[in-house]
């Protein structure tokens, strides 16, 4: 989410520091809205933790 973000930036020609922490700060949010609601990335099906 974030790179694409800084690549539509970039390609629009608007890539400034406040573009990079506000993509940086919508990443972190969404992340902690996920550990919030317990939601993990999906594993294989034969992976065993370790």
Known sequence: ????????????????????????GLVFAVRMVA???DLNAPTPLRSTPT
């Open 35 to 37: 550990v919030r609601l």
């Open 1 to 24: 989410l974030g790179a694409v973000i800084v690549v539509v930036a970039a390609q629009l020609g608007s890539l400034q520091d406040w573009v990079l922490w506000a993509s940086a």
